[in-house]
């Protein structure tokens, strides 16, 4: 199967981190009886703050350095292996090997506008350059969290998008936590992680895609006036007989043209 391949490694001290699983609160049941990871990266999902924050931090500084050096739209991270996301694989897919296009990018609005945005009822209208059909299928708790009594909270959508011309009916499972005062002026920061938890149907035999996880970071920054976010899509794709540097390319081109709905988006329905 061609895959987009991933060359940067993460820090040795990430790794350990990503390890640490002492502490760790329960998010709440979500889809299909998906139980949350207790180890590795999607486990931290639901760590403590003071467990969370240095497993976080590098990948945030990893974007900036990114967003400073002014090279292409995305860059690539390490692999998954099984423990990353053990807990929210579909049945006999392995996620050992599927690799990450990352995307960092900075938005002149404050996170909780960041939010809003990504809460919208359809994302038809939010992202029209990827979504065709969306549609949420189940939730929890969204109003509690948004009133801020609740720092966790599940949605699952079903959606078909559109990818170079053909397309591709999916089932996913998202995870919101907000952590009110990230950085100490009482600015919050949201992360997301997402997952496939069913393989996509697709309407060509050129299009294959069996997995796909997502860890979404969304940063205040300049006092809580911008966002920088920073996501992580692994994502196992075949694209016919096209290269694994071009198969990066057309998924760097999806994730950069989302973010750019997203800022319109936000231009157009102000808070």
């Given at each position: 199967?061609?895959?987009?391949?991933?060359?940067?490694?993460?820090?040795?001290?990430?790794?350990?981190?990503?390890?640490?699983?002492?502490?760790?609160?329960?998010?709440?049941?979500?889809?299909?009886?998906?139980?949350?990871?207790?180890?590795?990266?999607?486990?931290?999902?639901?760590?403590?703050?003071?467990?969370?924050?240095?497993?976080?931090?590098?990948?945030?500084?990893?974007?900036?350095?990114?967003?400073?050096?002014?090279?292409?739209?995305?860059?690539?991270?390490?692999?998954?292996?099984?423990?990353?996301?053990?807990?929210?694989?579909?049945?006999?897919?392995?996620?050992?090997?599927?690799p990450?296009?990352?995307?960092?990018?900075?938005?002149?609005?404050?996170?909780?506008?960041?939010?809003?945005?990504l809460?919208?009822?359809?994302?038809?209208?939010l992202?029209?350059?990827?979504?065709?059909?969306?549609?949420?299928?189940?939730?929890?708790?969204?109003?509690?969290?948004?009133?801020?009594?609740?720092?966790?909270?599940?949605?699952?959508?079903?959606?078909?998008?559109?990818?170079?011309?053909?397309?591709?009916s999916?089932?996913?499972?998202?995870?919101?936590?907000?952590?009110?005062?990230?950085?100490?002026?009482?600015?919050?920061?949201?992360?997301?992680?997402?997952?496939?938890?069913?393989?996509?149907?697709?309407?060509?035999?050129?299009?294959?895609?069996?997995?796909?996880?997502?860890?979404?970071?969304?940063?205040?920054?300049?006092?809580?006036?911008?966002?920088?976010?920073?996501?992580?899509?692994?994502?196992?794709?075949?694209?016919?007989?096209?290269?694994?540097?071009?198969?990066?390319?057309?998924?760097?081109?999806?994730?950069?043209?989302?973010?750019?709905?997203l800022?319109?988006?936000?231009?157009?329905?102000?808070?």
């Amino acid at each position: 199967m061609t895959r987009t391949i991933a060359t940067l490694a993460l820090p040795a001290a990430l790794l350990a981190c990503m390890i640490t699983t002492s502490g760790c609160k329960k998010a709440p049941e979500a889809p299909e009886g998906d139980i949350p990871g207790e180890v590795g990266l999607f486990g931290s999902f639901i760590a403590e703050e003071e467990i969370l924050r240095p497993i976080m931090q590098p990948l945030i500084d990893e974007g900036v350095e990114y967003i400073d050096s002014g090279d292409d739209a995305c860059y690539r991270i390490s692999d998954l292996t099984p423990c990353d996301a053990m807990s929210m694989c579909i049945e006999g897919i392995d996620p050992t090997g599927v690799p990450a296009v990352v995307h960092s990018e900075v938005i002149d609005a404050p996170v909780l506008e960041v939010e809003r945005a990504l809460l919208h009822d359809d994302w038809t209208e939010l992202f029209p350059s990827n979504y065709e059909e969306w549609a949420i299928s189940a939730e929890d708790g969204r109003e509690e969290y948004l009133a801020g009594d609740v720092h966790f909270f599940w949605l699952q959508y079903q959606a078909t998008i559109d990818v170079i011309g053909m397309k591709a009916s999916i089932v996913t499972n998202l995870q919101y936590r907000r952590i009110d005062d990230w950085d100490g002026e009482g600015n919050p920061l949201v992360i997301i992680r997402g997952y496939f938890p069913e393989m996509p149907a697709t309407d060509s035999e050129n299009l294959s895609m069996t997995m796909n996880f997502s860890w979404e970071i969304m940063e205040p920054i300049e006092g809580g006036t911008k966002t920088r976010r920073l996501f992580a899509n692994w994502t196992d794709l075949t694209i016919g007989t096209l290269t694994t540097d071009d198969a990066f390319n057309i998924a760097c081109g999806q994730s950069k043209s989302s973010w750019d709905d997203l800022a319109d988006w936000l231009e157009e329905n102000p808070g």
